[in-house]
């Protein structure tokens, strides 16, 4: 018996990070700025794929490598990517921000607009948010269906790590992350459970009378937060959460938002939250995943 030869393949992802908040220096001192800390995720994600499918049995021994390719666009300032661009890119990524969706903002308005052109005329054009990005992909995409907006959430503000409970619809999606994985096995009851930095006061509600296109899967909910995220297959995903904050980062974001006015007390629970082990990882891999469904880029 002999193997296969084996080659290696590249593939190269090519995203747009969209960024919408110029993050103060005590945060991107860490990890830099947005576009870098998104850079380097996607960069694990991708690690992950590629040892993963180095691992598996790849038909006439070809290994994948993947490598991720992000270009920077100042969307604060109204930049975004032009038709030229668009051609060769593969997704946008919308980061977050302490803008909200429904802010009367010039920039805000447009990168709605624009995100609303991208899902429907460039069908091959992928989008992915977090946070913010989660927030004004929903509203620009759905709220023209009724009965879904976004709003400050009456449940208050969601800081550090918490623990999401997966739609089981959505874990079937991503079974080897979500279905199989140790930390989501280990916490599965009736739904997996993952756990993940979170920092944010908006949230997506969602009333009875949304008409939501039948392909709309929802990610899953909090205890504080009923809509954690939103995948259409081959076209969206976005997570209230910021799996692409560690604990530093998010720790750093935190301190920033609460300041100097709130009680000493509850500033150091929430910094005390952000300071918890997280299952970041698995959806380092959930979106890569993502990100390479569908026709080979
Ligand atoms: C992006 O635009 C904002 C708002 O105009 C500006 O304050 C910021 O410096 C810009 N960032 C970069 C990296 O050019
Ligand atoms: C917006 O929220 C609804 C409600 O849960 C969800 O089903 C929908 O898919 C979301 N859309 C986006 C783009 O997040």
Known sequence: MHSLPSSTETLTLHLAILICEVLPPPVSCLRGPFDQIFQDFFDRGAKRLSENNHNEQCPGGVKKQIQVRTTPYNATAGQLPDAVALEGLDALV????????????????????????????????????????????????????????????????????HEIAINPKFASCFPRQLKSSAAAVARASSSPRIQLQLSHQDTVIVTQSAQLPSECVEVGSSALCGMQGMYVPNRVLTLQAHPEFDRAVNGACISEIVGTSWPAEETREYLRMADKDDDAALMEEVVMEFLLQGPTP
């Open 94 to 161: 919308v980061t977050g921000s302490s803008a909200g969706a429904y802010e009367d903002i010039e920039w805000v308005k447009k990168l709605g607009g624009f995100l609303q052109d991208i899902y429907h005329q460039h069908p091959e054009v992928k989008i992915f948010g977090t946070c913010f990005g989660h927030q004004i992909i929903n509203q620009s995409l759905f709220a023209h269906t009724g009965g879904l907006y976004v709003t400050k959430n009456p449940r208050g503000w969601e800081l550090g790590v």
